[in-house]
């Protein structure tokens, strides 16, 4: 296992970086580095993504004793908010991924496997490999679960097949970056879509359709593509502050926005699109079919929490987070509502916010505290405002940074409160591009510019 402390000493030269550019205060990061507790209790944590790896750093630092199992299969640890950045040629794909056991935390022993199902009355977790694994205290981190049977006539394995795309995949998101290149050569019908379940970064499909045609303005091809972008929802992004300077620029560079449009299927031979118009009048649902030809498509599949989370009894059984299984905890504690041993942050927390590693990274620290007044037999009292970022790259240069809380008030991180942050920005850009790549990998996973 790697030698954590020099990582940190990498850290700290980033962290210098962005505490120029305002995003963690030195503050913050002396504040969570002297907490200290001695707690006790055998902590196991299901993910060893964003939310799991952080955890288990921030927990490892803090508790004088720790006891941390971590169960992921994975052998790569993705920074997946670069993989836009790979589909638009920022990054190459090797920039994006680090070996997982360089990641692991040194003092948390690491077991490589599935898990199946969770009991939590008896504390139980039935592994693939390993038999069943106790905890007295759970952290569910598993992330979310891409659907991709859910749109007919493709696959994740078919990905590419008859120009359709996906950047939601590691392989998915290289051959949309060579096809867009081609595009803008070939030129003809293109076609963008969202879905209509939560989906990891609501903006990531924006973005890449924004990167796209810009691309094509960049090689002077413009004139010969058409875009359209359909999204599921009934309208286009849902945070106030910054929804009208985004449809600004999608009417400024022609580009028509199709609402309440849901992707069904493709005919991958014929790149044919077949969608549903969902029109609600009163309790009426209106489906109107409708059939596109395209060029090129870039397609956002459904997501849901992931089935053995599902399996487990652990996700809400009413309301809107109770469809796609995701787990059912205080929006503001982050401990789960019947389970008061389990604390879930990330993308299979069902909590009304963006999927994004952005809110993990504010999550992470209230979770870990919760966890350990829960391990001392206190009341967890940290809470969690639902802050989360989507930084949505409207072309390679600029990016309309979208910080914002649960009721959807802007949350401007500092120097940005000095910016007119309802537009887009080179200063977002450079951060994008630049910053958040090594503060994931250096700071964030080892438990580092977390506030
Ligand atoms: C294309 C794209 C663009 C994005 N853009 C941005 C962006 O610009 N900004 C931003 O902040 N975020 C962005 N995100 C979202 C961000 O990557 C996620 O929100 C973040 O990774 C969530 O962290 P997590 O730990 O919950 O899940 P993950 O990081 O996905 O980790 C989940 C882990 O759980 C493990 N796991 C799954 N099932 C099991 C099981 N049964 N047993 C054991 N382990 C299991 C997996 O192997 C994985 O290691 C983007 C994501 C994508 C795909």
């Not at 081609?182 to 030129?187: A, V």
């Not at 787990?327 to 942050?345: P, Q």
């Not at 401007?412 to 450079?430: G, I, L, V």
């Not at 910053?435 to 990998?441: A, C, G, I, T």
Request: proline share 5%.
């Amino acid at each position: 296992m790697p030698n954590r402390k020099i990582n940190r000493r990498k850290f700290l030269k980033v962290a210098a970086i962005t505490s120029a550019a305002g995003l963690i205060t030195a503050t913050g990061i002396y504040k969570l580095t002297e907490f200290s507790s001695n707690a006790k209790g055998k902590i196991v944590i299901i993910g060893g993504g964003a939310a799991g790896l952080s955890m288990a750093a921030l927990l490892q630092r803090w508790l004088d004793e720790p006891d941390i199992t971590l169960i992921d299969p994975s052998d790569r640890q993705y920074y997946q908010p670069g993989f836009t950045l790979v589909a638009s040629g920022v990054y190459t794909p090797d920039e994006v991924w680090k070996d997982q056991k360089d990641c692991v935390p040194s003092q948390t022993k690491w077991i490589k496997d599935i898990v199946k199902e969770v009991n939590p009355v008896s504390n139980q977790i039935v592994t693939e490999s390993n038999g069943n694994i106790s905890y007295d205290f759970l952290v569910l981190t598993p992330g979310l679960q891409i659907n991709w049977e859910k749109t007919e006539g493709i696959t994740k394995d078919t990905l590419g097949l008859g120009n359709a795309h996906s950047i939601y995949d590691f392989e998915g998101a290289q051959k949309t970056w060579t096809a867009i290149q081609e595009f803008s050569k070939t030129g003809g019908k293109g076609i963008f879509t969202d879905t209509y379940t939560k989906h990891k970064c609501g903006g990531a499909p924006k973005k890449i359709c924004l990167l796209a045609e810009h691309y094509t303005r960049k090689q002077e091809t413009r004139d010969n593509v058409t875009l359209s972008y359909y999204t599921a929802a009934n309208e286009l992004y849902d945070v106030p502050y910054y929804t009208p300077r985004l449809l600004e620029i999608y009417n400024e560079r022609n580009i028509p926005i199709h609402l309440t449009t849901r992707l069904k299927g493709v005919d991958t031979s014929a790149k044919r699109v077949y969608m549903d118009h969902i029109e609600t009048i009163g309790d009426e649902k209106i489906i109107t079919p409708i059939t596109e030809d395209y060029e090129f498509l870039h397609f956002t599949p459904p997501m849901s929490a992931p089935d053995f989370v599902k399996n487990s009894g652990l996700s809400w059984t009413e309301g809107k987070l109770a469809d796609e299984g995701w787990v059912m905890i205080d929006k503001e504690t982050l401990v789960h509502k019947t389970y008061s041993n389990i604390i879930c942050l990330g993308d299979c927390a069902g909590i009304p916010t963006s999927k994004t590693s952005a809110a993990v990274r504010k999550q992470v620290p209230v979770a870990a505290m919760n966890l350990i007044s829960l391990m001392d037999g206190k009341s967890p009292e940290m809470k969690y405002n639902g802050y989360a970022a989507c930084p949505i790259i409207t072309d390679y240069g600029h990016v309309l940074l979208c910080e914002f809380d649960y009721d959807k008030n802007p949350q401007p991180s500092a120097p940005f409160t000095m910016m007119d942050m309802s537009k887009e920005q080179a200063a977002a850009w450079h951060l994008k591009v630049k910053v958040l790549k090594p503060l994931y990998f250096n700071g964030m996973l080892n438990g580092y510019g977390l506030s």
